[in-house]
């Protein structure tokens, strides 16, 4: 099993991928079309054509590791970015919506209830702020 703490970024390819490609052209892909580097410690994903393969590329501190999936039948959903007018070539999620993709749950198909959630904005403050920030 692998453990995923939710504030890692996971970025996935929207085109196919070339699954002959090891750890220097998936980096490489990461750099050009990500606009990032590996060692910041996101997660990457690269689909091939067919979408029945996915490769995971992560940094682990002292190196790259690369998890590759094949299905047996079926494929992973096609990701659409969410983002109707912008033609982008990568698109941002959630660990947890990585794990629904992992186990064949449509993401179109999921609405999140809403609830509170920590932001970044109350991270940072002090434990004063903080108290203020739960109570109002």
């Known amino acids: ?3 995923i703490p939710p504030q890692v970024k996971v970025f996935a390819s929207l085109s196919a991928t070339d699954m002959r490609k090891s750890f220097c052209g998936l980096i490489g892909i990461v750099e050009t079309q990500f606009g990032r580097q590996v060692e910041d410690g996101d997660l990457f994903l690269f689909f091939n ?9 992560f940094f682990t501190g002292d190196g790259a590791v690369i998890l590759y999936k094949r299905l047996e039948r079926g494929t992973f959903e096609t990701l659409r970015p969410r983002d109707a007018g912008a033609a982008p070539t990568s698109l941002s999620m959630s660990v947890d919506e990585l794990r629904l993709l992992l186990e064949g749950i449509e993401l179109a ?12 904005r109350e991270e940072s403050a002090s434990p004063a702020t903080q108290e203020l920030l739960t109570q109002g």
């Open 49 to 57: 054509r067919r979408r029945d393969r996915l490769k995971v590329l």
């Open 109 to 120: 198909s999921v609405r999140r209830r809403r609830w509170w959630r920590r932001n970044a």
């Open 1 to 3: 099993m692998l453990v």
